[in-house]
């Protein structure tokens, strides 16, 4: 027990004790459907957003602004702080606002389905 928890008292230290459950309880198979399927969610725009990066036929005024806008996001400096309330998340908003305007209008339907397929290699949909 360390010094902290000792000097949190008893009550606090109940509110420490966990309890692994069973495998029994979780049924593993559905939690495994449960985070592929979100995968693939989350997956699915970003992969577009590479495809379209790498397409040949993606105009390069394109790619920089996608390379630019996800830099952005990426970066731990921000134009507004986001520790300030209301304001500090919509330099980010207008980044991220950015980007899916410039995926939308330049993700055409072979790079949906080249995204689609690693899509489908990486998660496969039938497990």
Not at 14 to 24: H, I, K
Not at 35 to 54: D, H, K, N, Q, V
Not at 105 to 125: G, N, S
Request: with cysteine.
């Amino acid at each position: 027990m360390s010094a902290a928890q000792a000097a949190a008292g008893p009550a606090a230290q109940d509110t420490l004790a966990t309890e692994v459950m069973p495998n029994a309880v979780v049924d593993e198979s559905v939690l495994t459907r449960l985070l592929r399927r979100a995968g693939r969610t989350i997956a699915r725009p970003a992969l577009e957003c590479f495809e379209m990066l790498i397409d040949g036929s993606t105009p390069h005024q394109a790619r920089i602004t996608v390379l630019a806008a996800l830099t952005y996001l990426v970066l731990p400096l921000d134009l507004i702080p986001d520790f300030i309330p209301a304001a500090g998340f919509t330099d980010d908003m207008v980044a991220l606002t950015a980007l899916l305007g410039l995926c939308t209008r330049h993700v055409t339907p072979v790079i949906k389905d080249r995204a689609q397929r690693r899509l489908d290699q990486w998660f496969p949909p039938n497990r």
